[in-house]
């Protein structure tokens, strides 16, 4: 079935089997690899995308669902060649090791600040309950987020 | 050996450089196996067994075929004929040790839930999956084996060929009458019963394989998320038959591991012989229900440790015995994990007598093998909780018990009565850092307070001082532990035309960082900025040489051989320097990345210069060849021994049984680091994969042998909404075995934490009478603990 | 995993999205699909026929109807979790929706789709029956109001027809209410290994969540207080008739022991609002 939305600023159509998840669907279809897929019960986050400015999992939205929307991912964050703030401050941080989760930790990170600006460090923690990583035992991550709204 | 501080901020070694890796990983620019996109490639999908233990009556994989974009579909029988040799595993402990055959594909018979029966090949992934649906296989079931007492009794044997589920048993016992004559002269003795749950090692990134063949004219490129390219190449070869030469083995950018990719797994080995049989590219990814119980879980022992302390708490000897579960087969590393351990049960103290004897047993499980720390975080625990228990017993503190039973910083280098030599440590250090830094002494006060207000949120507080075995490891003493490679680790440095720096390396980090820190390290010698330093590896094509990455072994072997041929490089380039200096070598002096004649010091050449004529090669000394590269094949003269205290404060719910981590302190010992950011960075994920093994995780079977937590809903990997921001801090004792003073730091965190926690919750409820609680600690243990206690 | 083959239709008004789901036998409406999706992925569920609901204009967002608040049932939990009126008439529900899963899953997640899924593990269906809320539904015979208390028939059965359609849920205005809600799990993310919603106004209601296989009422703990029982005597009986499940995260008994002590928690915090 038809399928036109627009990702990271670009409209696209295609053509999609119903069943196609969005993630595989940005992977597969648009090329973006950067989404990452960690489990497949909506567990992991690592493949939170942004629709309409607002993280959601990827792996839990059919393709077809995103008709219409805009789509960020992680490769559409930076801009000229220049990271984003919140990238920037994952790297001044060391909130990454693997980097497997990192691109939906960012995608979460950012969704949350723009509803949350100013957080604690217990309202970032409970923020990211949708979100596991395996390395950096969240410590950095934390850091990193608070960091950003700092900035 | 005393402790001093970091090296000065000025070097390079020392300091907290921002990660090289970052940009790519933080873009999405990063290639981990499932980015990768090669043309015409095929997609595999395994059919894998729903039973645990059961003879395979029949395959019907007419209804797969079916399936549009199907194209092929194989059985175990089908493939039988395709392998030179079974799955490997690499370490028989013992001469007799039994080790049943394992097939990619099993034949006749399943021993697990997710042994794989048939392989689905198709155009697309989604295709390859719904064949895999189709398949349909008749089985026999048979009585599973699934708890480790049952497994002993071989009242139903696994492997019918061996006769026994037994694997193997191994002992160290170097005076077994001077143990037995310590437990009748002891005053004190207790005994700690204790069960290493199975764990899920979980890395974010589930496994991948894809396979690119070009047997006309070249070779077969594996690329897989994996540890070990370089191990995994060598098997790949001899299990199927392939020349060693045709297969490159690619490690792209690997989403952790923590053991879990320090294996030779059945999918990699059908990959590459699909791509043989069908001449098409093969891509296997796993989803994270399927490695659940496809991919190898770690710990599944059962521990009896028995302390014999003097009147004073002095521990005067320790025995040990281990029951471990090997699972349905032996995987690459299996049996060898309680063998890391079992050096490690006298811990940091000074105990002049000890046994220990490790029995092995297969059930109908998942095939355990190494996970973070392997064999050292159980055997931490053990001693650890142990003597917690031997203070009660005799009534101090557990601060106090540790202090008196420490090996003392005069005694190292110390030789272990398990027969190591510890290189250097301080642990009383350690401890009174921790001490410190937690407000130990606050916090005992705040929980008299809450123990006298009969608080229905109860405090806990636990220590625990580790110590570890790593840099793995010296290959004379792998020989004696029958270990069939060595532990040696590979790097070459060359200097490139415009003064660039090139440092090829044998690890292959998967998260660790090596680029950034390999870089410090030739930088740091070389007098050159570590941005002009590239470091290559997980290429078998681009580092022929190479044992891969775990142990903690990377640095402390890896990074060491970087450092040798750095050095190396500096004394090819000073004979050029001097040649075109027209001064003796020994007249000149390197620093800051220029060679400068002592006493004339206009008289100079910077290494970017020296660089450039060893290219030209237009003016060297006689006989010397061109280009700047030395090499180094490392072996350690001997382990290091990282250390540290943890202290953990818990609060627990009375009421619910709840335990909330409130704080954490860890105080590791590392040696010199390289980058202290990533030091930091190891610990805190350490911690926090310790902490989880303590309270969250576990991965459950029920008595038919099914695992119930197969999805990360069950399986409870926790997130930051469970965790505070740790305390770290660190004491420098660097090692005397290796010119860099380093140990290793990948584990340390992991193998610190269980027995803290736990050390914590049984103190929060040692008013009740509860002195033990099996890990993980959920509310409901500790609710029941509770109750009976009331009773 | 992946889903296993469906078709799927966009339904754009509701009347539409009954004759579709009527026009199948393993039909299934989807809006968030943050509970079913998850079920398909693992080829628990396996619908023939998706049918979305939710692009259907009008089916989302909070209305104020005098004595009650209606809730689009394609109203978002983020959106309940903020919503003012939400927040001043039924603070119990902006609680509750804000600790639903993760933000992610608020982001797309529904209310009624929460409702309609019917999952005793839910804390939605416990607010509601706490709340004494009902649900519209419309079918092919027209539209019948369902009283909470009506609806939860069984795990994940409930008394909506396959070809209804839940619009709307209506909560009645508690402006006044003491309330609390009481949610114990090993992670932030999960479901409540047990949880309760207690609303006090003049009478208490107690909404359990995964004490039985369906959404229940603490009704032992309710009547005890009605007659003047103490927090903690009512307390004790907050699984009276009720048979918890045992699962890994908890026994049946373990379940009955933190259903008291959440009851008399919830109780005594809502005796302080």
Redesign the interface.
């Known amino acids: 079935m038809e399928l036109s939305l627009t990702v990271n600023g670009k409209a696209r159509t295609d053509d999609v089997e119903p069943r196609l998840l969005l993630v595989h669907y940005l992977r597969d279809v648009a090329r973006l690899t950067g989404t990452n897929i960690g489990c497949d019960t909506s567990s992991c986050g690592a493949c939170t995308v942004h629709m309409d400015g607002e993280a959601v999992k990827s792996c839990t939205v059919l393709a077809v669902q995103a008709d219409g929307h805009e789509i960020t991912t992680i490769e559409g964050l930076a801009s000229d060649g220049t990271m984003h703030p919140m990238q920037e401050a994952f790297r001044q941080n060391h909130a990454l090791q693997c980097g497997y989760c990192t691109p939906g930790m960012v995608m979460a990170a950012t969704s949350f600040l723009k509803e949350n600006p100013h957080p604690t460090e217990a309202e970032v923690r409970e923020g990211l309950e949708g979100n596991l990583c395996r390395c950096t035992g969240y410590h950095n991550i934390v850091k990193a987020i608070l960091a950003a709204a700092q900035s | 050996m005393t402790t001093t501080e970091a090296p000065p901020e000025e070097r390079v070694f020392g300091q907290r450089l921002l990660r090289k890796e970052d940009p790519e990983l933080l873009t999405g620019e990063a290639r981990f196996v499932a980015d990768v996109d090669v043309h015409g490639a095929l997609y595999i999908a395994l059919v894998r067994s729903t039973l645990a233990h059961a003879r395979i009556v029949s395959i019907d994989v007419g209804p797969a075929l079916e399936v549009p974009g199907v194209t092929a579909v194989f059985t175990g029988a089908d493939l039988e004929q395709e392998w030179a040799g079974p799955l490997p595993c690499a370490w028989p402990v013992t001469e007799d040790m039994k080790a049943p055959t394992h097939l990619p594909l099993a034949v006749g018979k399943v021993c697990y839930t997710g042994d794989a029966v048939a392989v689905v090949v198709a155009e697309s992934e989604y295709q390859a999956r719904d064949g895999a649906e189709a398949v349909v296989v008749e089985y026999e079931p048979l009585p599973p084996v699934v708890d480790l007492g049952d497994a002993v009794s071989d009242r139903v044997v696994i492997h019918e060929d061996l006769g026994t589920n037994k694997s193997y048993t191994w002992e160290l016992s170097p005076d077994a009458e001077a143990v037995d004559r310590a437990f009748a002269e002891a005053t004190h003795r207790v005994h700690g019963h204790y069960i290493q749950q199975r764990l899920i090692p979980a890395a974010m990134e589930p496994r991948g394989v894809v396979v690119i063949p070009q047997p006309f004219g070249g070779e077969y490129t594996v690329i897989s998320a994996t540890q070990i390219p370089h191990i995994l190449k060598v098997m790949l070869a001899l299990t199927s038959g392939i020349s060693e030469t045709s297969i490159r083995v690619i490690a792209p950018a690997v989403g952790g591991g923590f053991g879990s990719k320090l294996d030779v797994y059945a999918e990699e080995l059908l990959s590459l012989v699909l791509a043989r049989r069908l001449k098409r590219p093969i891509r296997w990814i796993e989803t994270r229900s399927e490695g659940t119980q496809a991919t190898i879980q770690g710990r599944g022992q059962i521990q009896d440790i028995e302390l014999a302390a003097d009147a004073d708490g002095r521990i005067t000897a320790i025995r040990v015995k281990l029951l471990a579960d090997m699972g349905a087969y032996l995987q690459l590393v299996t049996p060898g994990v309680p063998l890391l351990g079992a050096f490690l049960y006298a811990g940091v103290y000074d105990v002049p007598a000890y046994s220990f004897s490790c029995t092995s047993v297969f059930t109908n499980l998942t095939p355990t093998d190494a996970y973070r720390g392997a064999g050292r975080p159980e055997a931490t625990y053990a001693i650890e909780r142990a003597i917690d228990q031997l203070a009660l017993e005799v009534g101090v503190d557990p601060a106090e018990i540790r202090r008196r039973n420490y090996i003392k910083p005069d005694q190292f280098p110390y030789n272990s009565v398990a027969g190591l030599v510890y290189d250097s440590g301080n642990y009383v250090g350690s401890l009174e850092k921790a001490l410190d830094l937690s407000g130990y002494g606050e916090l005992r006060k705040e929980q008299e307070r809450r123990r006298e207000q009969n608080d229905p949120v109860q405090l806990g507080i636990g220590l625990s001082t580790y110590m570890e075995m790593c840099g793995l490891a010296p290959s004379r003493v792998l020989a004696s532990l029958r270990y069939v490679a060595g532990g040696w680790e590979a790097a070459t440095v060359r200097l490139l035309p415009t003064g660039k720096v090139q440092v090829v390396t044998g690890t292959s980090p998967h998260g660790q960082g090596h680029e950034t820190s390999w870089s410090q390290i030739a930088a740091d010698r070389l007098g050159v900025s570590p941005d002009d330093v590239e470091v290559l590896h997980g290429d078998t094509a681009v580092s022929p040489y190479g044992l891969d990455s775990y142990g903690s072994r990377s640095l402390a072997v890896g990074g060491v051989a970087v450092a040798i041929a750095t050095d190396r490089v500096i004394e090819k380039a000073r004979q050029i320097a001097a040649h075109q200096l027209e001064a003796a070598e020994e007249d000149l002096e390197f620093t800051a990345g220029t060679f400068r004649v002592k006493g004339s010091p206009e008289k100079s050449m910077p290494l970017g210069a020296v660089a450039f004529e060893a290219f030209t090669a237009h003016n060297l000394p006689d006989g010397m060849e061109p280009n700047l590269e030395a090499s180094s094949h490392f072996d350690p003269p001997n382990f290091t021994f990282p250390f540290g205290t943890h202290v953990c404060v818990v609060e627990i719910d009375t009421e619910t049984g709840g335990v909330r981590l409130r704080g954490y302190t860890a105080v590791d010992d590392c040696g010199n680091q390289v980058n202290p950011l990533i030091v930091e960075g190891q610990v805190h994920g350490g911690v926090v994969q310790g902490v989880a093994q303590a309270l969250f995780e576990e991965a459950s079977y029920d008595s038919q042998g099914n695992l119930l937590t197969s999805t990360l809903v069950d399986y409870l990997v926790p997130a930051a909404s469970e965790f505070p921001s740790l305390t770290t801090g660190t004491t420098v004792t660097p090692s005397p075995t290796n010119l860099l003073g380093v140990k290793g730091v990948g584990e340390a965190g992991t193998i610190g934490a269980a027995p803290a926690v736990i050390n914590a919750v049984c103190d929060a409820l040692s008013p009740y009478g509860i002195h033990d609680i099996d890990m993980p600690a959920t509310p409901e243990r500790v609710w029941t603990a509770i109750q009976e206690a009331a009773r | ?8 239709a ?1 339904a754009s008004s509701v009347e539409e999205a009954v004759r579709l789901l009527s026009s199948e036998e393993d039909s299934k409406a ?1 809006a968030g ?2 509970s079913l ?2 079920l398909m ?3 628990i569920a396996a619908p023939t026929l ?1 049918v ?1 609901i ?1 692009r259907i204009k009008g089916l989302s967002g909070v209305r104020d109807k005098g004595d009650a608040v209606g809730i689009g049932a394609l109203t978002r939990h ?1 959106d309940v979790a903020s919503d003012a009126t939400v927040g001043r008439e039924a603070p119990l529900l902006a609680k509750v929706a804000s600790q639903i ?5 608020r ?2 997640g529904t209310f009624g789709g929460s409702i309609a899924h019917g999952d005793p593990a839910s804390d939605l269906p416990a607010a509601c029956l706490a709340l004494g809320a009902s649900f519209v539904a419309v079918g092919p015979e027209g539209e019948r109001v369902i009283p909470a208390d009506d609806f939860f028939q069984g795990f994940l059965t409930t008394s909506l027809e396959a070809n209804e359609v839940l619009t709307e849920i209506l909560v009645p205005k508690a402006a006044g209410a003491r309330w609390s809600f009481q949610k ?1 799990n ?5 479901w409540a ?1 047990v949880g309760c919603a207690v609303v006090q106004n003049g009478l208490t209601r107690i909404g359990l969540v995964n004490m039985e296989a369906a959404p229940v009422r603490a009704k032992g703990a309710e009547e005890a207080l009605a007659d003047g029982a103490s927090a903690g005597e009512a307390a004790g009986h907050a699984s009276d008739g009720l048979e918890p499940p045992s699962d ?4 049946s008994e ?1 379940r009955r ?2 259903a008291s ?1 959440l009851v008399r928690r919830g109780l005594e915090e809502a005796g302080k609002s």
């Not at chain 3, 995993?1 to 799927?8: T, V």
């Open positions: 995993m992946i889903p296993a083959k469906f078709d799927y966009r989807l699909g943050h999706l998850p992925r693992l080829r998706l979305d939710g983020a899963g993760d933000p992610q899953v982001h797309r114990f090993r992670r932030a993310q999960d290994i890994l995260n908890a026994s373990f022991h933190l002590v």
